[in-house]
């Protein structure tokens, strides 16, 4: 699509979107001006056009094989890579080598049940297992304890048995593939605050029973152990039972395959069962050194600091660890070629290490991190790719909450990449996990999930599985982020390590653990359960807000039904203004009031009628052939004051200058204004690139960003042309399909617009300038409406609950009550509306005391230019210093996804520690908050003027269709959500108004 398109389609998207995005719309992101922009384009271009990817991952895949640390393999990998990076010319290519207690070769494994009935097994040795004294033949018994003191039951029963432990998860139907459909950033617990000590590993208490369970194993001589490898297909799965210290493994231990592990399942509900089995694993007999391979590209101006792009070179042996972890290997190694290649001369020195060891528990990067000791302060940061082969999603941020701006503005310039945005997610199943706990920041990618659930650690783990455009997209992201960060003026910033550091040394377990399942664990909860009084009330709250659904149903239902659509100005917004302030004062809110503002003139809405004449010959005058218009006057659009008949003239055009052309030619005219051009549904705000609007309604097919200001200048001059040109009328074409009407104003700050102006359906739109593509068209409009005359008051409406330490500090929650007129205005934003009412509602009956005011504000002037809001914001000009955060809910009826942060960096931390308890209530399940901006509704105004202001990030649940409609009713609701969303304002509001402090600030921008 050319620029020229998206440039005519924006005038008739906005026009049909009216005002509610028409505030100061920020500048479209000057971050790809910066100095790495250009060096980025070269990086993607060469990645793009010469990638040598895929060849080296065939070689390492196929001519070298699987590498299991302390191989002959691996070494031989360790070789080929540091000759490959010297072929790259790359500098200071060496083998970083440390040791392990024993080396494993893995032999022969054979199991099959002889009883009840005999069938064959597919078993492979775990890692470091020991072989079986021969071929053993022994019952199966399974060992259901899952805690320590339930042991005993099975004390004397063991011996010489086969164990199984796992209760099988079922295997069908399996899981859904795609795993972007679930990527939805799901919040973790915070982080532990600056001086406390770390929060307990979730491995932690995995770990001890795993260590007391062989304890107790060995002590009852078990013979053998069998473990689920949790797959379908017969697919394998493998990890060590060596421990980090590569030692040999205490009892012979095998996987099985999921179908034969959950046949004995069954078989033992039914009676005994019988295996025969036997392994053959042997061990060196004394230390084996390992390596990592390292090599650099210099720095120019500051060589002895360092960015570094890791990932590991080692693997499981049952495929030839393609994707795990050949395509993160090979990822690195080509965006060194590139970086060498295009000869960019970075700052600091980038350094690429290929760690091993990584599959027994990170032990590699811990070997580095331990070995480099002395200059962890010159690492600036490091990033690996270790999640197969899928797309780089997005940089998890390992809880480095102040490295989160600098990566935003690091990976602006590779909008063309499709990053998600950047998470604060921590992961412990990568080595970047060994540089944060030592206090350099550890980034790791987050990709699509490809079929790692498959491939990983099976014997399915081969070339075949890679896919070569997503694997060169992640060496894409390598490179530039290395580049980009090594250019920056100063080394990522650092979090503090914890006082107590965690234990460095994760299980191999944690790898697996972590990619399964990325949220807390249970164990985690467990463990970092303790009475908390914030907690308590927040669920006091979510509960009472549940109790109240059908409070909150009725109230909607009264609003749009009994009171109806609610133009500001009109009589029936100032209905549901008292009957706000009525709902507050009976909920006995303190200070409930109505704060007026004024408007030049009420509008009210006359019928907008209008033919196409098809046949204008003069026998058939009397009753031409005509189409009628779907057709509705704009809000504030003068009246035509009778039918106009005149000739139909198509107007499209970048800018003011174009205008020209038709000077003198529309007279009489009735102007279709904007051609219509395709439009894409809005998505998933979550999985919309980073960058990208997600506004929820549709938008034109373009991947330039739309300048608001040019267009706005453009729209005036347009209008203003055309009324002095004495046209007749202006038609704007809906962009919604089946006859759905959009609404905007047409005139501003409430006095007549300069020209008759009505919004037509999209079919209409389409067949006028089919009709002008083919001929000359007459039409005739009615477009009626009436002024008042005179100004108006309207009102925000207030209420409060009263701070009992900090009375004078001020946590708002708000939404818009009035609306356009087509509907009944319930989800644009009756929701919101009614969300906030039920908040208060439920805070007040929950009890709550909290430290400062929470303060309910429903604001009037929404749909014209958030001039609520913006009244609201002039008259507290004293205040504004005091109000700790804004919340407004106003995208609609959708699922409440997360808040939107609109860029308030310094707030995050705080914010996920505010929301958290409401991700953890697995029926809300909040996802990550987000940094995103949105510039349509009333927490604008507090954002310009300093106040941290916040906005619900909502499902689109067909906002599209509804957003100023005449489908736009109650039957849209979608009640559970709503319920949801009336929990979240009112957790968010009793959470800050607990905080210490009020919210930070954003930080002034040079
Ligand atoms: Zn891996
Ligand atoms: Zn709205």
Same mark, same amino acid.
């Given at each position: 699509m050319n620029l020229r398109r998206v440039i005519a389609f924006a005038l008739v998207l906005l026009l049909a979107m009216g005002?509610?995005?028409?505030?100061?719309?920020?500048?479209?992101?000057?971050?790809?001006?910066?100095?790495y922009a250009d060096a980025d384009a070269q990086i993607l271009k060469e990645i793009h056009d010469h990638s040598e990817v895929m060849e080296n991952l065939e070689h390492l895949s196929d001519a070298i094989g699987a590498r299991l640390t302390g191989s002959p393999q691996l070494k031989q990998a360790n070789e080929w890579t540091a000759e490959m990076f010297r072929k790259y010319g790359?500098?200071?290519v060496h083998l970083e080598p440390w040791t392990i207690a024993h080396s494993w070769t893995r032999g022969t494994a054979h199991a099959r049940i002889v009883k009840p009935a005999e069938h064959p097994l597919t078993i492979a040795a775990a890692g470091w297992s020991p072989s079986t004294p021969g071929v053993l033949h022994a019952p199966v018994v399974?060992?259901?304890?899952?805690?320590?003191?339930?042991? $005993?039951?099975f004390r004397g029963k063991l011996k010489g048995a086969v164990v199984i432990y796992q209760e099988p998860a079922s295997l069908?139907?399996?899981?859904? $593939?795609?795993?972007r459909s679930e990527f939805?950033?799901?919040?973790?617990?915070p982080p532990p605050m600056k001086? $406390?000590?770390?929060?307990?590993?979730?491995y932690a208490v995995l770990q001890e029973a795993a260590k007391a369970r062989t304890a107790f194993f060995k002590q009852e001589g078990v013979a053998a152990v069998l473990r689920d490898s949790?797959?379908?297909?017969a697919l394998l799965n493998m990890t060590g039972i060596g421990g980090e210290k590569f030692e040999i493994g205490a009892i012979p231990t095998a996987f099985i395959t999921g179908e034969g592990y959950r046949m004995l399942f069954r078989m033992l509900k039914h009676g005994p069962v019988e295996v025969e089995l036997d392994m053959t694993n042997s061990f060196s007999d004394k230390p084996v050194e390992v390596y990592n391979t390292v090599a650099e590209i210099r720095g120019?101006?500051?060589?002895d600091e360092v960015v570094m792009l890791g990932a590991h070179l080692d693997s499981w042996d049952l495929g030839t660890g393609s994707t795990d972890n050949g395509t993160g290997s090979m990822a690195v190694l080509e965006a060194a070629r590139t970086l060498a290649k295009l000869q960019?001369?970075?700052?600091r020195t980038i350094r690429f290490v290929l760690f091993t060891g990584e599959e027994e528990g990170l032990v590699g990067s811990v070997k580095y991190v331990e070995a480099h000791k002395p200059d962890?302060?010159?690492?600036?940061g490091i990033f690996v790719h270790d999640?197969?082969?899928?797309?780089?999603?997005?940089?998890?941020?390992?809880?480095n909450y102040q490295d989160r701006e600098i990566v935003d503005q690091e990976i602006a310039?590779?909008?063309?990449?499709?990053?998600l945005e950047p998470s604060m997610q921590r992961s412990?199943?990568?080595?970047?996990a060994s540089f944060d706990d030592v206090g350099v920041p550890g980034f790791w990618a987050i990709q699509d999930g490809a079929e790692y659930t498959k491939?990983?650690?099976?014997?399915?783990?081969?070339?075949?599985?890679?896919w070569k455009d997503d694997l060169n997209q992640g060496a894409q992201v390598l490179a530039a982020w290395a580049y980009n960060t090594a250019q920056l003026p100063a080394m990522l910033p650092r979090r503090p390590v914890p006082a107590k550091t965690p234990p460095a040394n994760p299980d191999a377990k944690k790898n697996e653990e972590a990619i399964a399942?990325?949220?807390?664990s249970d164990a985690a909860n467990v463990a970092s359960a303790k009475p908390d009084p914030l907690s308590e009330m927040d669920t006091k709250i979510l509960a009472q807000v549940k109790a109240d659904e059908p409070e909150l149903k009725a109230n909607l239902l009264f609003l749009t039904d009994h009171i109806g659509p609610r133009l500001t100005g009109s009589e029936q917004l100032d209905q549901a203004s008292r009957w706000m302030l009525a709902r507050f004062q009976q909920l006995g809110l303190a200070n409930a009031h109505q704060e007026p503002w004024s408007i030049a003139n009420r509008w009210t809405r006359g019928p907008a009628t209008g033919r196409v004449l098809l046949s204008s010959d003069a026998k058939s005058a009397e009753a031409p052939i005509a189409i009628h218009l779907t057709m509705a006057t704009g809000g504030w659009s003068p009246a035509t004051e009778g039918t106009l008949k005149g000739p139909v003239v198509g107007v499209a055009v970048e800018?003011? $200058?174009?205008?020209?052309?038709?000077e003198g030619k529309l007279k009489g005219a009735i102007v279709v204004l904007g051609k219509p051009l395709d439009l894409q549904a809005p998505q998933n705000p979550m999985l919309?690139?980073?960058?990208?609007?997600?506004?929820?309604i549709a938008f034109p097919k373009s991947d330039k960003p739309f300048d608001f200001t040019a267009y706005m200048k453009l729209r005036t001059a347009e209008l203003a042309f055309f009324a002095e040109e004495k046209a007749a009328a202006v038609l704007l074409g809906s962009e919604?399909?089946?006859?759905l009407l959009n609404m905007s104003i047409?005139?501003?700050?409430?006095q007549p617009g300069v020209i008759p102006t009505a919004y037509i359906a999209r079919e209409d739109f389409m067949l006028l300038w089919r009709l002008l593509d083919s001929g000359t068209v007459q039409a005739e409009v009615n477009i009626a409406g009436n002024f008042s005359g005179k100004p108006a008051e309207v009102y925000n409406t207030v209420a409060e609950i009263t701070g009992?330490?900090?009375?004078?500090e001020v946590v708002i929650i708000g939404a818009h009550l009035d609306s356009w007129d087509l509907g009944t205005g319930a989800t644009d934003n009756g929701t919101g509306s009614t969300a906030v009412l039920e908040a208060a509602r439920a805070l007040k009956k929950s009890g709550v005391k909290p430290k400062r005011t929470i303060r309910f504000v429903l604001f009037t002037g929404e749909e014209q230019g958030l001039n609520g809001s913006k009244a609201y914001v002039t008259k507290h000009q004293d205040e504004l210093k005091k109000i700790s955060a804004v919340l407004v809910h106003d995208?609609?009826?959708?699922?409440?996804l997360t808040i939107g942060l609109m860029g308030n960096y310094d707030a995050r931390e705080t914010l996920d520690r505010v929301m958290y308890p409401l991700a953890r209530a697995k029926e809300i399940g909040l996802a990550e908050p987000t940094l995103r901006k949105e510039?349509?509704?009333?927490h604008v105004p507090f954002d310009e003027a300093g106040v941290p202001g916040f906005w619900c990030v909502q499902e689109v649940a067909d906002y599209d269709k509804?957003?100023?409609?005449?489908?736009?009713?109650?039957?849209?609701?979608?009640w559970d959500d709503l319920t949801e969303g009336a929990q979240i304002l009112a957790v968010f509001a009793y959470n800050v108004a607990q905080l210490p402090e009020l919210l930070p600030r954003k930080s002034p921008k040079p």
């Open positions: 005002v509610r995005h028409a505030t100061a719309h920020p500048a479209p992101d000057t971050a790809d001006t910066n100095d790359l500098t200071n399974y060992f259901d304890a899952k805690k320590k003191d339930e042991f $005993e039951k069908s139907p399996p899981k859904p $593939e795609d795993s939805v950033r799901a919040m973790q617990a001086g $406390e000590p770390p929060a307990p590993s979730p949790n797959k379908p297909h120019t101006e500051k060589p960019l001369k970075p700052k962890l302060d010159k690492i600036s999640t197969g082969t899928g797309r780089v999603l997005t940089l998890g941020l390992h809880d310039p590779l909008r063309e990449l499709k990053l412990f199943g990568t080595d970047h491939t990983h650690h099976s014997q399915s783990d081969t070339f075949d599985k890679v399942k990325p949220a807390d800018k003011a $200058e174009d205008l020209q052309q038709y919309t690139p980073w960058g990208e609007e997600t506004i929820p919604k399909w089946f006859g047409s005139g501003r700050n409430y009992s330490e900090k009375p004078d995208s609609g009826t959708g699922k409440v510039d349509g509704s009333d509804t957003h100023h409609s005449q489908a736009d009713t109650v039957d849209r609701v979608r």
